[in-house]
């Protein structure tokens, strides 16, 4: 027989996919591949079959060509990765040219005999062609991503340039100059950042992403006015120690950024996350229920230890001072049960080991271990209802600001014992934010929510200081519009940071009752005037009793709808899907706005309300897109239904968008608008409603109908090129053509339309 045209090789195929961009730029050719590899060998081929492998071992060996040809244009551009890159594209290339060999089967009538290797005669060759060809062009998708990575740490490179040279101005001139292009860096670097976040596969990482992002858009506008009041005030200390405090988070941020994308550890300076109760909960219950297959899985001292450990972690909340006395004893109480089952359980244990009659004992140790499960999950229990009933009474009691709003009073008045006084006041509310943030750690229930908690502890440690010297700067020179501002914008971080928590406290509950978990994205509160210059001078005002009487049916209305909209998202098999997060995001403002009928929520004044209809509205638009992508995969009348309630949404949309843009003046005026703007809410969110089962429906039709290839390629992204191969057996319908190289050069044509900017 003559040797695989593919011969030996070490190409090294161990290498880690990291995005999602990568992994389902692989997955067609994966599939067309183990088409080759799988086909049915039968005695006798019809010339269908075996057209339809040679017109499947063409198509790749094609692709592989083009691909290739997109790959060593990079490494022309990409000095550093030319050597790595070529030797990557000349391994794909030879595999493509291999998998073309054998899959040149000729025809049903033509003998088998004439000595020619192909894909029936050297199916050993056909595995190496195969593992050979998809480790290269995986080699040659991860030295692309270098790529991805090398433009975010240019871009970080020149935002830390102009960093510096900000923070060393001297006039207004030279500072409005130069942020100028530090806003322009920003917004480059920002889109980087972003669509590295979403490609990203590691949820933990994305946390950690969004939440060093979110730092740099806030610290954006406080390093604006901080600055400003430094300039205008050279010699004030406290402005001093407010602007310096904003440009080291910056830089803090950017790293963290760095460190996430480039997996570097800076100085060592990376801290492993705190063990949370959840997780030491979970390990021990493994550790216990694994005794039912294996009575040696462990032993009785390492459980022992597990439980000690967890108990110990459960300090964190006997030992608050915010923590009442009854929650206190019923927490230490179901401590004690705990370790008294854990006894049970060990003496059972220990008895089911030495047992002759394995029955018996294997029953007494199965009652053991459902008795401290359950324990356990009490203990659990009452730990979330401590955490979460302690959030949820801080958010309500620091809903009004009051401290906030006496602070802005005091400085304007230029009354410093006033400050300090009222200083004293909120670093008091911050340490109670802090400590209910690790309590929330504690019972958050999984590794991104932990990592938003720590985002938000430290958001808060951060920002109630910074709100103190704010305000003391104002006392200080109580007549500076600049300071007014500036203690204005750290006030709005605090604001927002509440927002934020309030939307993790229902992400934490949605965890514990087992609905959604972290796949929702959170959405702040949009600041006045950062959506809509009309709503700057608008009069927030709250709604009064006899209103909120009036509006009662409608909110209900609205919280019925969010809740079935937030059970048909959970039907979905896809819920990373465009569609399915875009609705959760909808019905999570629905519900705020709900919450503001009944005078409860962050949603504390009519201007609020107006400013969450607003970003409603524009996520309804997005949604509608996602729509409109979604319907050109269907047939007719199919199309024809979604492309109908689409319509429908867009109008409603716009219609809401206007409406809370179009200002009002007396009070019948502003309840007759958010009236308006609640029913449009209420329709929107109908309308979804009935869109979702409809999209889910039709999705697990086409996936159902179409093979695992054709569905990556049709619902993805469809290349008009593309050729069914109509066969027997395992090749029938499949799609021939190129796995991924039109998204590859895409890719690229974005780098370099960065590049150019």
């Given at each position: 027989m003559a040797s695989s045209p593919c011969g030996?090789?070490?190409?090294?195929?161990?290498?880690?996919?990291?995005?999602?961009?990568?992994?389902?730029?692989?997955?067609?050719?994966?599939?067309?591949?183990?088409?080759?590899?799988?086909?049915?060998?039968?005695?006798?081929?019809?010339?269908?079959?075996?057209?339809?492998?040679?017109?499947?071992?063409?198509?790749?060996?094609?692709?592989?060509?083009?691909?290739?040809?997109?790959?060593?244009?990079?490494?022309?551009?990409?000095?550093?990765?030319?050597?790595?890159?070529?030797?990557?594209?000349?391994?794909?290339?030879?595999?493509?040219?291999?998998?073309?060999?054998?899959?040149?089967?000729?025809?049903?009538?033509?003998?088998?005999?004439?000595?020619?290797?192909?894909?029936?005669?050297?199916?050993?060759?056909m595995v190496k062609a195969a593992r050979l060809l998809l480790s290269s062009v995986t080699k040659v998708l991860v030295l692309a991503d270098r790529i991805v990575i090398k433009q975010i740490i240019t871009s970080r490179n020149k935002v830390l340039v102009t960093l510096d040279k900000l923070e060393r101005v001297s006039t207004f001139q030279e500072f409005v100059q130069i942020f100028s292009q530090f806003g322009n860096e920003m917004v480059e670097f920002a889109h980087l950042t972003g669509d590295r976040q979403n490609d990203l596969k590691d949820e933990k990482k994305k946390a950690r992403m969004a939440a060093a992002r979110a730092v740099l858009e806030k610290c954006t506008m406080m390093l604006l006015t901080a600055s400003k009041t430094c300039l205008r005030h050279p010699d004030c200390e406290s402005a001093r120690i407010n602007k310096d405090a904003v440009f080291h988070r910056m830089r803090c941020a950017l790293e963290q950024v760095i460190e996430i994308v480039t997996e570097a550890r800076s100085c060592g300076e990376n801290k492993v996350l705190p063990t949370s109760i959840y997780n030491t909960i979970k390990d021990f219950k493994c550790s216990v229920e694994c005794l039912r297959e294996n009575l040696h899985s462990s032993t009785p001292q390492i459980v022992a230890a597990e439980l000690e450990a967890l108990v110990e972690?459960?300090?964190?909340?006997?030992?608050?001072?915010?923590?009442?006395?009854?929650?206190?004893?019923?927490?230490?109480?179901?401590?004690?049960?705990?370790?008294?089952?854990?006894?049970?359980?060990?003496?059972?244990?220990?008895?089911?080991?030495?047992?002759?009659?394995?029955?018996?004992?294997?029953?007494?140790?199965?009652?053991?271990?459902?008795?401290?499960c359950q324990s356990i999950s009490d203990l659990r229990r009452e730990l979330h209802k401590v955490a979460v009933g302690r959030a949820s009474d801080l958010l309500k009691a620091h809903g009004e600001h009051l401290p906030l709003r006496a602070l802005k009073a005091a400085g304007a008045e230029g009354n410093l014992e006033a400050v300090a006084e009222y200083s004293r006041t909120l670093t008091e509310q911050k340490e109670q934010l802090v400590e209910t943030c690790r309590l929330l750690c504690h019972v958050s229930g999984t590794e991104p929510l932990e990592i938003t908690c720590i985002h938000a502890e430290?958001?808060?440690?951060?920002?109630?200081?910074?709100?103190?010297?704010?305000?003391?700067?104002?006392?200080?020179?109580?007549?500076?519009?600049?300071?007014?501002?500036?203690?204005?914008?750290?006030?709005?971080?605090?604001?927002?940071?509440?927002?934020?928590?309030?939307?993790?406290?229902?992400?934490?509950?949605?965890?514990?009752?087992?609905?959604?978990?972290?796949?929702?994205?959170?959405?702040?509160?949009?600041?006045?005037?950062?959506?809509?210059?009309?709503?700057?001078?608008?009069?927030?005002?709250?709604?009064?009793?006899?209103e909120q009487t009036s509006m009662a049916k409608l909110g209900l209305e609205l919280r019925l709808l969010s809740s079935d909209v937030d059970s048909e998202v959970e039907k979905w098999e896809e819920q990373e899907h465009d569609i399915v997060r875009q609705s959760q995001s909808l019905a999570s403002m629905a519900y705020n706005m709900y919450l503001f009928t009944r005078g409860e929520g962050l949603l504390k004044t009519t201007l609020d309300l107006f400013h969450q209809a607003e970003v409603l509205s524009e996520e309804g638009l997005q949604l509608c897109s996602s729509l409109r992508k979604f319907s050109s995969q269907l047939v007719d009348e199919e199309k024809s239904v979604v492309i109908t309630?689409?319509?429908?949404?867009?109008?409603?949309?716009?219609?809401?968008?206007?409406?809370?843009?179009?200002?009002?003046?007396?009070?019948?005026?502003?309840?007759?608008?958010?009236?308006?703007?609640?029913?449009?809410?209420?329709?929107?969110?109908?309308?979804?409603?009935?869109?979702?089962?409809?999209?889910?429906?039709?999705?697990?039709?086409?996936?159902?109908?179409?093979?695992?290839?054709?569905?990556?390629?049709?619902w993805g992204d469809r290349q008009d090129a593309s050729t069914p191969v109509k066969e027997e057996g395992a090749l029938s319908s499949k799609n021939t053509n190129g796995f991924g190289v039109k998204s590859l050069e895409q890719h690229m044509a974005g780098l370099n339309l960065l590049e150019s900017k």
């Open positions: 030996n090789t070490n190409f090294d195929s161990g290498l880690e996919i990291k995005t999602r961009s990568v992994e389902q730029t692989l997955i067609p050719l994966v599939s067309q591949i183990t088409t080759l590899i799988n086909h049915k060998d039968r005695p006798k081929k019809s010339e269908r079959t075996l057209a339809a492998i040679h017109r499947v071992g063409q198509a790749v060996s094609v692709a592989v060509g083009r691909f290739v040809t997109v790959g060593e244009a990079i490494a022309s551009e990409n000095q550093e990765l030319k050597d790595e890159m070529g030797q990557a594209c000349f391994e794909a290339r030879r595999a493509g040219d291999a998998i073309a060999q054998l899959t040149d089967v000729g025809s049903a009538m033509q003998p088998q005999t004439d000595g020619r290797v192909t894909v029936f005669s050297d199916r050993t060759g972690r459960t300090e964190d909340f006997t030992d608050s001072p915010y923590t009442s006395h009854e929650r206190r004893q019923a927490i230490l109480g179901l401590c004690q049960l705990a370790r008294q089952d854990t006894q049970q359980l060990v003496h059972a244990w220990i008895e089911a080991q030495q047992s002759v009659l394995a029955k018996e004992g294997t029953e007494e140790l199965e009652v053991a271990i459902l008795k401290t430290e958001t808060f440690h951060v920002i109630g200081p910074q709100i103190i010297s704010a305000a003391q700067t104002l006392a200080l020179h109580p007549s500076s519009k600049i300071a007014k501002e500036n203690l204005e914008v750290f006030c709005e971080a605090w604001d927002s940071q509440l927002c934020d928590m309030a939307l993790l406290l229902k992400e934490i509950n949605d965890v514990f009752e087992g609905r959604r978990g972290d796949k929702r994205p959170y959405l702040s509160l949009p600041r006045p005037g950062k959506h809509s210059a009309n709503l700057k001078t608008a009069k927030a005002v709250k709604l009064d009793a006899e309630e689409m319509e429908k949404l867009v109008a409603l949309c716009q219609q809401l968008q206007m409406g809370a843009k179009t200002p009002v003046q007396g009070k019948t005026a502003t309840f007759q608008k958010v009236d308006s703007n609640i029913q449009t809410t209420r329709n929107i969110m109908t309308v979804v409603f009935s869109l979702l089962p409809v999209c889910n429906k039709l999705i697990k039709k086409y996936k159902s109908e179409r093979t695992s290839l054709s569905s990556l390629q049709d």
